[in-house]
């Protein structure tokens, strides 16, 4: 042991938890060549190879299984620990980094971010977009935003936000020139603007009135992986698009965008933080979970007009 340092082992479960070491160096904050450097030491003070690597790829050998499995819960019991220590000094630090769909990044955390960290001056915030489920312990997350479907039962979560809801949209120009469905169904003999995950998946649109669940399936005009096209593309008049109403709120004020089917699209809860339970979060993220709840508080107090910002 007296060969090895914490950085050593730290850098060995960054690469072989991303299986990446360009993502590794970034979340250790050092340079690619130097974790490399790193691991290659580590293996021959060993004197075993932990990883086979190939210009796209990296895999654990039997040796690096069997080290990842020992040393990972190791180096999260002593992350903890020094998290707790420097609680002991009363004002949070550290790093905190969540893993959110750019939806909620966008309209819900985008707005908390200047004053969180205003409040906050010792914490560093990493905010990671990602459409996919990801598993935020194996992917070093201090917690994860997603919608209430998608929570698993053992972590603790906590709402982020007001209800929202979905809307469907089109420019003026386009109903003007092709009218505007009446039924979800009536979307089918229209150009639509589609959402492609990263996953690769294409949901259906989905609505919902009185109880009556009606599932679409549009003809794509465009398909977009890339929130920006989609949102462009709805203004210069490619077709109708189904997206967050935050979106496009503007554009609806201003008229530049018809809102359609509103009587389809029920308003849902928004999303959630959540993380795992634990006896004692890390002081970062307990300051984070503070400010959310008074931060709803505000936020339901301006929605009664009863105070100012």
């Known amino acids: ?12 479960v960054a690469v072989a938890r991303t299986r990446n070491f360009r993502r590794a160096a970034l979340e250790s904050r050092v340079s690619v060549s130097s974790l490399s450097q790193r691991l290659r030491d580590m293996e021959e003070r060993l004197g075993v190879r932990l990883m086979n ?24 019991d002593v992350g903890e620990a020094l998290d707790q220590v420097r609680g002991l000094r009363g004002v949070p630090s550290g790093r905190l980094r969540i893993n959110a769909p750019p939806p ?10 200047a004053p969180f960290l205003a409040k906050y001056p010792q914490i560093e915030l990493e905010i990671v977009g990602e459409s996919s489920f990801v598993d935020i312990v194996a992917g070093g997350f201090d917690a994860g935003v997603r919608y209430g479907e998608h929570l698993a039962q053992d972590m603790i979560a906590v709402s982020l936000g007001a209800p929202q809801r979905y809307a469907v949209v089109a420019s003026k120009e386009y109903v003007a ?19 492609r ?8 649109w989905e609505f919902e009135k009185a109880g009556r669940v009606v599932v679409v399936s549009p003809p794509a005009k465009l398909v977009a992986t890339y929130l920006g096209l989609a949102l462009r593309a709805v203004h210069d008049g490619i077709g109708f698009w189904l997206t967050f109403e935050g979106y496009v709120r503007f554009g609806i004020k201003s008229g530049a965008l018809v809102s359609v089917l509103d009587d389809w699209c029920a308003p849902f809860p928004g999303p959630f933080l959540y993380y795992p339970s634990r006896r004692q979060p890390p ?10 709840a008074e931060w709803r508080k505000r936020e339901r107090r301006k929605g009664r007009g009863n105070s100012p910002a």
């Open 177 to 195: 020139r092709h009218g505007a469905p009446k039924q979800p169904k009536d979307l089918l003999d229209h150009a639509c603007i589609r959402t």
């Open 1 to 12: 042991m007296k060969d090895f340092d914490l950085r050593d082992l730290d850098a060995f």
């Open 283 to 292: 002081p970062a993220l307990g300051a984070f979970v503070s400010f959310v």
């Open 104 to 113: 909620a990044i966008d309209l819900v955390l985008a707005p908390m971010v």
């Open 197 to 204: 995950f990263g996953s690769g998946a294409m949901l259906d």
């Open 53 to 76: 690597r190939t210009t796209r790829s990296v895999a654990l050998t039997e040796a690096g299984e069997l080290l990842l499995a020992r040393v990972a819960p190791a180096m999260s």
